[in-house]
């Protein structure tokens, strides 16, 4: 069992290092060729698996090819072509209002910049910094989802709860260079060990950095410490 670390930008470095060397060549996960088709997918993803995205908009693709489309769509029928996808009746008004901006004002080019995409129906920070690390080769700050969430705060990194809070957090400790890689790194973590409900803390390569590992609780226990 490894000692804590004493800083939390000595623990991020620690962890960087390790997920960096397990996942190599962290990839986003949404399948896309454009900016206008990522902007649409990461909308899509709220609340809702990349995979089952990734399935729909294999065919919404070849139907919706442009800004122009989404926005002259008739909305139930947009919908419709969503139906498997979570809360689909909002998205696409999402999706048909964000695109009818887009074309209005920003002569039906997905924007680039936070306060632009930000200003889109459906768009929130974490959206916007996807579409602008992914679709311009911008980045702005660190992608907050469910993954990143839950694992900064097991780890400690933040005791913060909203998403916007955490993204603060953690700018101010993991170097900019690896923002935009910290966000896949805890994804693919996320979906290998550190999962929600039943985290694998003995195959946890973080599990001696991580004040809350099952194993340190356990160990704790039987020293009779406090929890």
């Known amino acids: 069992m490894g000692t804590p670390l004493d800083t939390h930008e000595a623990q991020v470095g620690e962890v960087v290092d390790r997920l960096e060397e397990e996942y190599p060549e962290p990839e986003i996960s949404l399948n896309f060729s454009n900016r206008l088709e990522l902007l649409v997918a990461v909308i899509l993803s709220a609340q809702c698996t990349d995979e089952r995205v990734n399935k729909e908009t294999a065919h919404l693709f070849e139907k919706y090819q442009s800004p122009e489309d989404y926005a002259n769509a008739d909305e139930d029928e947009l919908a ?3 139906n498997s ?3 689909y009746n909002s998205k696409a008004g999402y999706l048909k209002n964000a695109c009818q901006q887009i074309v209005e004002e920003h002569d039906g080019e997905v924007p680039d910049t936070m306060s ?8 929130g920070r974490k959206t916007a910094n996807v579409v602008l690390q992914h679709g311009h080769d ?3 700050g660190i992608v907050v989802d469910t993954h990143v969430q839950r694992i900064s705060r097991r780890l400690g990194i ?3 709860e909203r998403p916007e809070a955490i993204e603060v957090d953690l700018m101010d400790v993991v170097p900019r260079k690896h923002w935009q890689n910290f966000t896949h790194w805890l994804i693919s973590h996320g979906r290998d060990t550190c999962t929600a ?3 694998d803390c003995s195959d946890c390569l973080l599990e001696d950095v991580c004040p809350s590992s099952k ?5 704790d226990l039987a020293d009779g410490s406090e929890w």
């Open 116 to 123: 632009e995409l930000t200003d889109l129906p459906g768009v």
């Open 138 to 140: 911008i980045t702005e």
């Open 197 to 199: 409900r039943n985290p």
């Open 158 to 160: 933040t005791e913060e």
């Open 85 to 87: 996808i979570t809360y």
């Open 215 to 219: 194993l340190q609780h356990d160990v």
């Open 80 to 82: 419709e072509d969503l």
